[in-house]
């Protein structure tokens, strides 16, 4: 066991944030776009996946009244501070907000919809007449991967990151297994080994959470509960108090409160989820502070566990993950073994893996509330040796093959729910969005494949390249239905409609009519 890896691991996947970490990722993005650009700001450019709009498209900006991904490109790129990374904007004063929303209201904030294969992918480009600058995140919230000045390439190393404190999904992946975990977690020395992200996820999580118990924000999940329990539909129990205390966390965090929180794995509720129901458990059970800071160190490095081979973002909800790491930091809490803790995977995994991520928003409290209550049930299922049987779905004997078996629905079953989540998304804001303004998103991707037709040219009916490049893009997009010829280039995709007995046929060749630019 490398003791040290494990603690650099989890000082990694932990980190400060404020706020929902995909609009703090535009701002950062922004912010560091703005450090190459001489003179005014005069117009923001932000493209961005599909997952990164989805989950920043509602989500409150901390400090503000705003919502949505210009306003937080447009503060990141008014006053954002790149050195404080996730709390980017932090520090927006009252006239930093006031031009922010001017640049937005009078239409200098274009946003438009990135096809990048990559789910975690942020582009932001401010000009002015005279100077440009560009800069790209992609697959973590803070992976700088590209800085422009004038088209030209600079150095994109954040403040206090290096090589050396790079740690890779691969790395997570090959150091952290259940049973490593549960013996790094036995053994550990908090006076020896570097722990101060446990320590301080347990001060600033638990203090989000007392801030929303005590607020009103968002749709109140918390407060809906406690209202519930004093009139007696619900019990005063340690379960209620902890889902109703983890959802006051997100209530505040998703309404845009101004206050930190310590994110897992890229994630501020899932930060939440991993501690909050433990710190309250713990609390209500009158559990000891040395068993209690086990049981959470061990609940976020399974939160990490489960996510390296994951990603950051998916068509499936993140609370699940995070909600069944902490149903094995309760286990652990109560003084479960190790083969308990892979019950509560069996049981958890048995239980919620289906549930959808619609996006950040003021649900997600809702969301999260089911996935706590469902944590101490599978959690109490475990430590009474009671687990999901691996003849029964996605379940295996082996609570790592169980987690594999998530992952792989996670990765490959959610690119079509991406999709279809992507059109349900927006049939419902047809007001703000129509169909012109929908093709004027696409617009630079379209220029872009027009540019590679025109780069790579080739002889009529002898279109082989551009055929495979074609069906390339298809495959990305999640049309696999592709028809070819063994006597003709060109091919036949099938684009399979909603309604029954509809679909439409998009024959393509290599001649290709495209709009110039």
Not at 183 to 197: A, G, I, K
Not at 200 to 213: K, P, T, Y
Not at 313 to 339: D, H, M, R, W
Not at 388 to 417: H, M, Q, W, Y
Request: aromatic letters at 4%; charged letters at 20%.
């Amino acid at each position: 066991m490398n003791r040290k890896l494990i603690c650099q691991i989890l000082n990694h996947e932990m980190m400060l944030a404020t706020g929902c970490t995909e609009p703090a990722a535009i701002a950062l993005t922004a912010a560091i776009a703005r450090e190459q650009l001489d003179g005014e700001l005069e117009h923001i450019k932000v493209r961005a996946s599909a997952n990164i709009i989805k989950n920043a498209m509602s989500a409150g900006i901390p400090g503000t009244n705003y919502t949505g991904i210009n306003y937080a490109a447009a503060l990141g790129a008014v006053c954002g501070a790149v050195d404080r990374q996730l709390r980017v904007v932090d520090d927006a004063r009252p006239e930093d907000i006031e031009r922010a929303a001017h640049l937005v209201e009078n239409g200098y904030v274009d946003v438009r919809r990135a096809f990048d294969p990559d789910k975690l992918y942020v582009e932001v480009e401010l000009v002015n007449k005279e100077h440009q600058s560009r800069a790209i995140i992609k697959g973590a919230h803070t992976n700088v991967i590209l800085v422009e000045r004038d088209h030209q390439r600079v150095g994109c190393e954040l403040p206090g990151q290096t090589m050396e404190t790079d740690i890779t999904p691969e790395q997570i992946s090959r150091t952290l297994n259940i049973r490593t975990i549960y013996e790094f977690v036995e053994t550990m020395d908090r006076r020896q080994d570097d722990l101060h992200m446990i320590q301080e996820a347990i001060e600033v999580n638990g203090h989000i959470a007392q801030l929303g118990a005590a607020g009103d924000y968002g749709l109140n999940i918390g407060h809906g509960i406690r209202n519930n329990q004093e009139a007696g539909l619900m019990g005063h129990d340690v379960v209620m108090d902890a889902v109703a205390m983890t959802a006051s966390g997100v209530d505040a965090r998703m309404a845009g409160a101004n206050a930190p929180v310590i994110t897992n794995s890229g994630s501020g509720n899932q930060g939440i989820t991993a501690t909050v129901p433990i710190l309250s458990a713990a609390k209500s059970l009158g559990i000891d502070e040395e068993r209690t800071f086990r049981a959470v160190t061990l609940s976020n490095l399974m939160a990490i566990h489960i996510h390296a081979d994951f990603g950051p973002l998916s068509g499936l909800c993140g609370a699940t993950i995070a909600a069944a790491a902490a149903a094995c930091g309760l286990v652990y809490l109560q003084g479960g073994t190790l083969e308990q803790i892979g019950f509560a995977v069996n049981n958890m995994f048995g239980n919620v893996s289906g549930m959808l991520c619609d996006g950040a928003k003021a649900d997600c409290a809702l969301k999260i509330s089911t996935c706590v209550f469902a944590a101490f049930q599978c959690a109490a299922m475990a430590l009474r040796s009671e687990s999901v049987k691996a003849t029964d779905g996605i379940v295996e004997t082996d609570p790592e093959e169980t987690i594999r078996n998530f992952v792989r629905l996670g990765n490959e079953g959610s690119s079509k729910c991406d999709d279809l989540i992507w059109r349900c998304f927006f049939r419902n804001r047809r007001t703000v969005m129509n169909y012109k303004e929908l093709a004027e998103q696409a617009l630079d991707y379209i220029v872009e494949q027009r540019r590679w037709c025109h780069q790579n040219p080739e002889l009529s009916l002898e279109e082989v390249q551009t055929t495979e490049h074609i069906a390339a893009e298809l495959q990305k997009m999640g049309y696999t239905e592709i028809q070819r010829f063994p006597d003709h280039t060109g091919l036949c995709a099938m684009l399979r409609g909603e309604r029954p007995k509809r679909r439409a046929e998009l024959w393509l060749s290599g001649r290709i009519l495209m709009p110039c630019r």
